[in-house]
């Protein structure tokens, strides 16, 4: 058994790590209150406009509808993955990359062996993680920092930019990866396609009839300006999940740090409190030991 010096280092070591712990977690809880906010106002809304979206390009032939939904081979895609600058969130960003390297393996495989494969990190852990691993493919590191003073000019800026490798034919297919928040303790991974966009499903009751639309104040310059704005809020709509999921993320994770933290304390006092029992009847006996040979 450790003697008593090194159990109270050990106890005081983990008294300091509680309340760190603790700090993060109450730090975590009150960013999170945000951002759920946040995304909670913004998911419907993006959700909506990509349903139109959606809609609108499966029965237009504008000049949108042909640069932003052509079908495509994929034989040059993008991954934009998105992640956290930190890390102490749990498998919050593990669950993301596997994600990923799910869906590589299981459709880019070969583009990947061939150095055809393109990642746009949101966030360093995604960078740290995808470059040790497909030293081969290309990456861009421009919007890594996008955390730092979040907005939805930044993230628009990003849109734009991925718009524009799509329409230039320098990928062909774009999809983004990433957190998406149900609750402070339930985060799971997401991949959604970004572009081409995606028409109606058919058989559905909806591609069933071709609507009848009245563009104002035309098609063409409609779907010039609508596209790009709905593919924008897209975006941002995925980094606000994100940004609530590693929050949540982190301060259930800081929670668990701090009851564990709790569970070793007991056990420490309960270690140093017999080393000290042992040490008081050690010098008990050693006592007695000596009275009695000096008594014979």
Known sequence: MANLKEVRNRIKSVISTQQITKAMKMVSAAKLRRAQQAILQMRPYANKLNQMMSNIMSFSDGQGAEIYGRSTEKRK????IISSDRGLCGAFNANIFKLAQKKIQEEYNEQARKGDLTFLFIGKKGSEFFRRRYTQCKFINN???????????????????LMEKFTSNEADQIEIFYGRFKNAATQFPENEQFLPVQKTVSGTSFSKVKPDYIFEPGQESLLKELVPSILQSQLFKCVLDNAASEHGARMTAMDKASENAEGMLGELKINYNKARQEAITKELSEIVGGAAALAG
């Open 77 to 80: 895609p993008l991954l934009v």
């Open 143 to 161: 919007y890594v920092d996008a955390y730092n003073g979040l907005s939805f000019e930044k993230i628009a800026g990003c849109a734009a930019f």
